[in-house]
């Protein structure tokens, strides 16, 4: 077991000298400054910084005459009186290579920026054809595939506003974040890969464009078409698009779509203009459509993809995804910067558990991100990567990564550093996460990224270092959300993040922030184990549990309510050819007293087929416990949020 804080990983001369945060600080006039005083500068001063930002990469726009920031949360605005457009900062280069897609039944294409520059300007005629304007919506019911970054960076170019969900998303799932928006085009596929199975989604489409009276049309892109040749779909030959029989609007192939040549052009927009709409994950009620805007975007992903994931010209970057996953609108923003964007449909674990390793290898990765899960299954699994001679970094996000992961990393891949990074999808990017400039230590965030303001407040809301509180942002960021869709009041969106501190963002996660500013996420806030008074994150917890052998995933759950102590129920996933034994039960119940306290032993080990978790692969916590206290399954998560919705009936108290 390897001890949290364990150096793993330092920066050598060469590598902080090739650092795009290095270049900064010397065009910034901090050459040699630490980085804990920069960010103290960057969330001081941030109309100063964030300034630097647009200045140091030389953003497309006009910058215009208003404040860089004016305003306080939830209500701040940023750089008033700016015109830019994402599209025309991502599109800027003609030449090198854009992007790489691959699937797992063998398809493989790649595009130049020219080439991508000449895809997007036919489709957003295509949609101009079909009557989108600046302001419009349009809707994609992808996969990871090119279409859906052609189809965004067209919609983008335009003004109008994008927004995703992947294939594997049900049909009520889908409406449910589509309707709210009605959307004037649907971009939808015949069906996806997965796994070694092709799924057929032709009906799901039928039933969706039904339940959106807003479309006047639907492009069908014949994906499933394309299977088991080696042709990516966008070569396909079209299947016919009369398969469809939607009640609203006419029905086009892609083909179709992108039939005309056109000259490129972009419509520049305010700063705060929605580029696109993203959910909340939706395991409850209505998902939330949160509106970011094309300024707060552009700058944040400069930023971050620059500095925290040292990404550049001739850079390849890889993060597996889906489009109905934040990280892949992060995933998309290597363009701001010149790296190569690595599409890739199909499962983690497919044909083999280093599927994703081997991608990255064949690719030529140079950064690769990957849920925290992926990494501690290669761990189990004894994965050994091979022909990562060009990796130079690996991110994990999703899930707190426990020190253990960190050091598989550190053993598999030597001098590759992981960085652990955590945000959310209500600002499109980590708000905490690493540099090349930091070491990396086992179980370690090692900084507060720049221009966020992250604390960890006590319960009486005031600001703690060296303890864990809740993870507030005392700051505004220019891609904190500029409103909720059909929100005009912005009550929903204040309810949201500044009900408990008013005007400061309360995230809903447990952080410690140490003195030199590394921290460490401890899971959900509300989704605490609270034993005699001792509280303690989640994350804690399945670290000692998962460290098991036999276990191969893991829950656990707090039934106490305010003012009573109930159980503390551990549900386990046992690992194939694995029995939950007397002795294993004895194992765990020792570990957990020892390396947590008597408190968290406990009360009962219950073993179900699995764990539940969204369609981005976190842990269903807080349902689990809303119906081990007597909510129906049924009203206590989305099933069509849910990667596996068959395991909650396992739960019933």
């Not at 109309?47 to 647009?54: E, G, K």
């Not at 063998?106 to 300007?121: D, H, K, P």
């Not at 460490?520 to 098991?548: A, H, K, P």
């Not at 129906?632 to 919705?645: G, T």
Request: aromatic share 10%.
């Amino acid at each position: 077991m390897v001890a949290e804080g364990e150096l793993l990983w330092e920066p050598g001369e060469e590598v902080v000298a090739r650092s795009g945060l290095t270049r900064y600080l010397e065009w910034l006039g901090r050459a040699g400054e630490d980085y804990e005083s920069v960010w103290r500068w960057s969330v001081e001063d941030p109309a100063a910084f964030w300034t630097s930002i647009w200045d140091h990469f030389g953003v497309i726009g006009e910058r215009g005459d208003g404040p860089v920031l004016s305003g306080a949360m939830p209500a701040a605005r940023w750089f008033e009186g700016a015109r830019l457009n994402y599209a025309e900062n991502a599109l800027r280069r003609d030449e090198g290579t854009a992007v790489i897609f691959v699937s797992e039944d063998g398809a493989r294409q790649e595009l130049t920026f020219a080439e991508l520059r000449e895809e997007v300007a036919r489709v957003r005629a295509g949609l101009v054809r079909l009557g989108v304007r600046r302001g419009d919506r349009v809707a994609g019911y992808l996969p990871n595939i090119p279409q859906a970054l052609i189809a965004f960076l067209a919609t983008a170019s335009l003004g109008a506003i994008w927004s995703a969900g992947s294939p594997d998303f049900g049909v009520p799932s889908v409406v449910d974040r589509f309707k709210q928006i009605e959307p004037k085009v649907l971009i939808a596929v015949d069906g996806y890969h997965y796994n070694g199975k092709s799924y057929d989604r032709s009906a799901a489409v039928n039933e969706i464009a039904a339940a959106l009276p807003s479309l006047r049309a639907t492009v069908w892109i014949p994906y499933l078409a394309a299977a088991g040749d080696g042709r990516a779909p966008q070569r396909a030959e079209p299947t016919s698009p009369h398969t469809l029989e939607v009640p609203h609007g006419e029905v086009i192939g892609w083909e179709g779509l992108r039939a005309e040549s056109a000259p490129l052009e972009f419509e520049r927009v305010p700063f705060d203009h929605p580029l696109w709409i993203l959910y909340s994950s939706g395991t409850t009620g209505l998902p939330k459509p949160i509106v970011h805007g094309h300024g707060g975007i552009v700058l944040e992903h400069l930023k971050s993809l620059s500095f925290h994931q040292d990404l550049g010209e001739g850079e390849v970057f890889f993060w597996y995804t889906t489009t109905g996953w934040m990280m892949w609108n992060y995933l998309v923003g290597a363009l701001l910067v010149g790296a190569t964007a690595v599409l890739y449909d199909g499962a983690a674990t497919h044909p083999s558990p280093a599927a994703l390793w081997r991608i990255a290898a064949s690719e030529g990765v140079t950064y690769f991100g990957t849920g925290a899960p992926y990494i501690m299954a290669s761990l189990k699994a004894g994965i050994e990567p091979e022909g990562l001679e060009r990796l130079r970094g690996v991110g994990s996000t999703g899930s707190p990564l426990p020190p253990e992961g960190f050091a598989w990393v550190a053993g598999a891949l030597p001098g590759v550093p992981v960085g652990s990074f955590s945000g959310g999808t209500d600002v499109c990017t980590g708000f905490v996460g690493a540099t090349t400039l930091h070491p990396i230590r086992a179980g370690i965030i090692p900084c507060r990224s720049l221009g966020a303001k992250v604390e960890a407040y006590d319960p009486a809301g005031k600001p703690v270092v060296g303890e864990v509180g809740e993870l507030v942002i005392t700051q505004p960021m220019p891609s904190m959300p500029v409103m909720f869709w059909n929100d005009p009041g912005g009550e929903r969106y204040a309810e949201s993040y500044f009900d408990v501190y008013p005007g400061v963002w309360r995230h809903g996660d447990w952080i410690k922030i140490n003195e030199d500013g590394s921290c460490v996420i401890y899971g959900r806030s509300d989704s605490t184990l609270n034993r005699g008074g001792v509280r303690m994150g989640t994350s804690e917890f399945y670290r000692v549990v998962e460290r098991f052998e036999e276990v191969a995933d893991s829950l656990v759950i707090d039934t106490g309510q305010l003012g009573q102590e109930g159980r503390l129920l551990l549900y386990v996933t046992l690992a194939e050819g694995a029995e939950l034994t007397p002795e294993l039960e004895r194992a765990l119940c020792g570990a957990l007293r020892q390396e947590l306290s008597p408190r968290h032993v406990p009360n009962e080990i219950r073993v179900v087929p699995g764990i539940p978790r969204t369609l981005s692969g976190k842990k269903l916590e807080v349902p689990v416990r809303k119906i081990l206290l007597g909510t129906p399954v049924e009203q206590a998560a989305n099933p069509d949020a849910m990667a596996n919705p068959e395991v909650l009936r396992h739960f019933r108290p």
